[in-house]
């Protein structure tokens, strides 16, 4: 194999009480990436589409990810040109960042001959995210390379694990254009949490993670709650505590933000409940004139996938 | 039927990652009681063998649990004697005084016909475990009274989760006869604890709760860890980290405070392993002239059981 063709989806990190350890993926959106073996040693980033950001290897968290697995594999006569086609748009906090790392890692693996495992290729991805965000997290870059709900249980070792996808659970993700910079989402964040809400977070979390084994939709719907970040962050968000509360009155199992915003999700049981939310949180952000892109998507069991 | 006679077992709360939320059942060492119909209405505590407790109603906790039951249920004619034949040592940290509450409402419900619920018979139960610790808490009465792994997700309302359990699980318990006031272990407790230790909490208590629906024995020890209670109350326990340290050296799963001590369990896969480690903190405390009860048992499914 010469050439790689990719779909890269967008991936929602925390989901309301998993803060820094959960993610899921999402069907849509997602970028698509073109990878292909060059002559040429290293990578070199060819053409981006769809958004202005830096071609450079060091600059780029493609970039920076797939060199993490060359230097790892010691592979130093291989050569990767990269095409990336954006359609997740960076700063919405659905994973921009980590679908480009995960895809460039994913791709560059196929095309060796899959030297690592799908949890392998996390740890190189990580290496993107750092650079988007200056923290080595994996709660983006594992959904979108193992598919489904993931719990990364530790970073030191990594340990991730893959967790069950109730069947008929679907996402809407709306995004208005409003920029929370990472710093400001990570700087409100306290050091300290009580000790009262931190047991009510890890209830929340383990009946979540049941739920999820157990196809149980109100169980799962009872957890999705977060008392310790939600909090804090939702106030760099307008219109946030608007927008969850209609989704929820339209039949969200629950909503929350997204990573670390702007975006705010909601889960529900079915496609048409799904429709309805989206079209609610649209008219919120439409009242307060706010521009918006809103998604409705199943969630992902594969996550990366060749096209 | 006129009269019941139970087997009322001893339970293990928090298990490492679970403060506050976790809980399994043993099948050793437990209680046994005899509650059986009385023409005087209300309870009447008519003995206890193998302990020195109070028999007075609102002194003891059966009496406190099973008037709850009665009260909610209007049954003012209703009358009941209660006889309690202890093995659980009070204060041992293996849910002694859940073993009792859990017990009398068991029967009651038993003899009335089961107007009840396992799981609505908690909240009753829990109003004894407030006399005996001043703390409306359902990790040690729900696994006695459900059996197996329980997760106490939330106390407003109560929604407890029963857990599945790998089916080879072992538990050692050592009680060292050391005195750790229930008081004194809450008093050592912060109120606040960091975020990052919090995070770790809950991804090991997630990680435990995948672990038990696979199988995942590797998983399972890998997240029994306790970076927030554990170091504040195991320096109540003298011996506690020899202790810990022979039972993983003689293979045990993993290894913490029972409740809040001065009990230490340990988890194991396999019978023979579980009798080594016994064995090996056994050897600890007789080191150091401690008087101890060492058992060993696979975990309880059933929980509360009619003899």
Redesign the interface.
Known sequence: MEEIKLFCPATIANVS??????GLCLEQPGDEMIIRKSSSPGIQITKIVGQDLPLENQKNVAGVAGLALLNELKELHAGFEIEIYKNIKPGSGIGSSAASAAGAVFGINQLLGQPFSAKELILFAMQGEFLASGALHADNVAPALLGGFT????YNPL?V?R?PVPAELMATVIHPQLEVKTADARSV????????N??????????L??AL?TNDYD?LS??LHDE?IEPLRSVLIPGFDEVKATALAHGALGSGISGSGPSIFALSKSKSTAKEIASAMADVYRKFEVDYDVHVSKINCEGIKVL
Chains 1, 2 share one sequence.
Do not use: E, M, P
């Open positions: 009480c998993g803060f820094d350890v959960l719990l990364v249980r530790s340990d694990i967790l964040l306290k050091h300290s949490v009580s000790l009262k931190a047991i009510t977070q890890w209830g929340n979390l383990g009946g993670i049941s084994y169980l009872r957890c310790i």
